[in-house]
């Protein structure tokens, strides 16, 4: 029978700002397909407290990785927040999840559209060179309220030294005017057709494949700006262009 939990142990705890921090667990059983998410668990006054997080990491990489923001009152990401190093905790034994390379249409143009902390599941598929042959452009684009959450630039740079033209960087930041992001919310800009002159990029429905994940309020006014402009959603039984993921 499978573990509900294997035991993991805290590697490193980086804080990007007050709120945002990337968790490193030693976890090496866990097992995932890139795009994917795993409950993480803690007892919390004698309970337990399990939560869905994506993977960062991409699955040959050895240690695990999350990126959580901690919310105002939110049992589990508060308590993530102060764990040191060397700390156990529970992570589920395999990934699941639909926002996997396997379940999206061969195209020439694959739009990754985040919210907050959903960029991590993006980061995971992107450094995989799956992604990379099943694709000709990646444009990656995180919206975010404040500039010092445009976070991963590392791992960003990385991506772009890599694949050059191949791989376009788009920011949002909604609370701030700044030089280097589009001010605003997405599903606006793409009704504008902003995003896509900014990318340089059509999105029409014969070359374009949309990810969207995180805030649950954007996935659900951009899938209506997206079939404003002739896309659709994306089943097995029924191909499409839009293939989504709520994180609440
Ligand atoms: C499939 C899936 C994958 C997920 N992956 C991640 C991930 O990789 N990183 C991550 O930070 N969270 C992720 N989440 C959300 C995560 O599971 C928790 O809900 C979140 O960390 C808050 O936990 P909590 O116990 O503190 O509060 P909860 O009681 O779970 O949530 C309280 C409220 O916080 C808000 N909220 C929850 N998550 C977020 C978020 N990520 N950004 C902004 N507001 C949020 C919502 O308004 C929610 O109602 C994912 C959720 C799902 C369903
Ligand atoms: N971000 C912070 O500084 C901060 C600090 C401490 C705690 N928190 C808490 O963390 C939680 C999450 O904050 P977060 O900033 O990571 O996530 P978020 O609230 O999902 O915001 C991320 C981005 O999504 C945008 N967005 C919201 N609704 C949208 C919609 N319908 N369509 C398109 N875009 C939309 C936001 O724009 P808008 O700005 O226009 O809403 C913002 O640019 C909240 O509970 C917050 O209280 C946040």
Not at 84 to 101: E, H, K, S, W
Request: glycine share 6%.
């Amino acid at each position: 029978m499978t573990k509900k939990w294997i035991q993991g142990e805290v590697v490193s705890v980086k804080h990007w700002t007050d709120s945002l921090y990337s968790i490193r667990i030693s976890a090496p059983e866990v097992k995932f397909i890139a795009g994917q998410y795993t409950k993480i668990s803690l007892n919390i006054d004698n309970q337990e407290i399990a939560r869905p997080y994506s993977f960062v990491n991409s699955p040959n990489e050895e240690l695990l990785e999350f990126y959580s923001v901690s919310v105002p009152n939110g049992p589990l990401s508060t308590a993530l927040q102060k764990l040191d190093n060397g700390a156990q905790i529970n992570v589920g034994p395999t990934g699941n999840g639909f926002l996997i390379l396997e379940e999206i249409p061969s195209v020439d143009n694959i739009w990754m559209l985040a919210t907050g902390t959903a960029i991590g599941p993006y980061l995971s598929i992107l450094k995989t060179d799956e992604s990379w042959s099943k694709f000709k452009k990646v444009i990656l684009v995180h919206a975010v309220r404040y500039s010092k959450e445009l976070t991963y630039q590392e791992t960003i740079k990385e991506i772009s030294d890599k694949y050059g033209d191949r791989f376009i960087y788009i920011t949002y930041v909604s609370r701030e005017n700044t030089e280097h992001s589009i001010k605003g919310r997405i599903p606006n800009s793409i009704a504008k057709n902003e995003l896509q002159n900014k990318a340089g990029v059509e999105m029409n429905p014969k070359e374009t494949h949309v990810m969207l994940c995180g805030n649950p309020d954007m996935v659900k006014d951009t899938t209506l700006a997206l079939k404003k402009i002739g896309l659709k959603k994306h089943r097995r039984n029924s191909p499409g262009h839009i293939t989504t993921e709520n994180y609440w």
